[in-house]
């Protein structure tokens, strides 16, 4: 294990909220949450380079390792009062590494985690979902308090395409394009894992976040057109071309096979939720496509 910012003295820090996974998108936007509410954030990455980013954000300190072996390591959870639970993407070892940060919230004496889990996680033709049902079961069984976020899929996801879509004016996705998908703004599922975090009342809770509709490609191409000023086209790209093309640019066997399964399933099924719990969190309704898409144009034009 390597660690970052060894000369603070832990004697003195104030009870530390430690992240994993804190390197990736929504890692940061936990973490600037909690930096805004005050609190002290340990952050576990995997590589050193990620440590000045998280610093800048807010991170008092950053321990840099592999999570199955770091987690386990008892100077990682020292005057650490709760943990966000985030499992490296599409990881085929999700299951061993809940149980590993499950044992040793227990053996350390951590009382509360907080896993980011997912939208229908009871789905086992998607086995990344099926995985984080069974991190939730030994939750039930930890005797940890425990908060679980089930999150939709975000709207951040579209910047993946974003260059196409400004470009070429194309939005190209491997599923029908009148498969309904809830989108739900990264920032606002941020707030409510910060106010989870640091308030009382939600232990024992399961959260469903979601945004506030259910669309199809074809919708948010039209969404992109009024948004951005310039003709979108969603298109559908064949299964067999996005795999080829993804597996030519490094993504493992398992992420492949995994999100093609997941395609499969929202073509036959969808993947619909409701905004009713996230409003009732938020206190107010959660950020719309449009108003997303308007904030991410506005952003990029400073550039």
Not at 85 to 104: F, K, V, Y
Not at 154 to 169: E, F, K, P, T, V
Not at 223 to 237: E, F, G, H, N, S
């Amino acid at each position: 294990m390597g660690s970052l910012n060894l000369d603070m003295n832990r004697d003195h820090m104030a009870a530390a909220i430690l992240i994993t996974g804190a390197a990736g998108k929504t890692g940061q936007a936990v973490i600037g949450k909690l930096a805004a509410r005050g609190q002290t954030i340990r952050a576990l990455v995997r590589r050193v380079e990620q440590a000045q980013v998280l610093t800048r954000l807010g991170v008092q300190e950053t321990i840099v390792g592999d999570m199955a072996d770091t987690v386990q390591d008892g100077r990682v959870l020292e005057k650490v009062q709760s943990i966000y639970l985030i499992c490296p993407n599409m990881h085929p070892q999700e299951i061993d590494l809940g149980a590993i940060t499950i044992r040793a919230a227990q053996a350390a004496g951590v009382k509360r985690i907080v896993y980011h889990s997912v939208l229908h996680p009871q789905v086992q033709a998607m086995p990344h979902h099926w995985a984080k049902m069974r991190v939730e079961e030994m939750l039930f069984a930890s005797g940890l308090d425990y908060t679980i976020l089930q999150p939709a899929a975000y709207m951040q996801n579209i910047l993946a395409y974003w260059q196409a879509i400004i470009r070429d004016g194309l939005y190209a996705v491997p599923y029908a394009l009148d498969t309904p998908l809830n989108l739900v703004d990264l920032q606002d599922i941020a707030e409510v894992a910060a106010q989870v975090l640091t308030e009382p009342g939600h232990q024992g809770a399961l959260y469903e976040l979601c945004g506030p509709a259910n669309l199809s490609a074809q919708q948010i191409a039209s969404t992109a057109t009024a948004i951005l000023a310039r003709d979108v086209q969603a298109k559908i790209v064949p299964r067999d071309q996005w795999a080829e093309e993804r597996r030519a640019a490094g993504l493992s066997p398992y992420a492949l096979d995994t999100l093609l399964r997941m395609f499969r399933y929202y073509e036959q099924f969808g993947f619909r939720g409701n905004s009713r719990v996230l409003t009732c969190l938020l206190g107010r309704s959660p950020v719309t496509f449009a108003k997303f898409l308007e904030r991410t144009a506005a952003a990029k034009a400073e550039y």
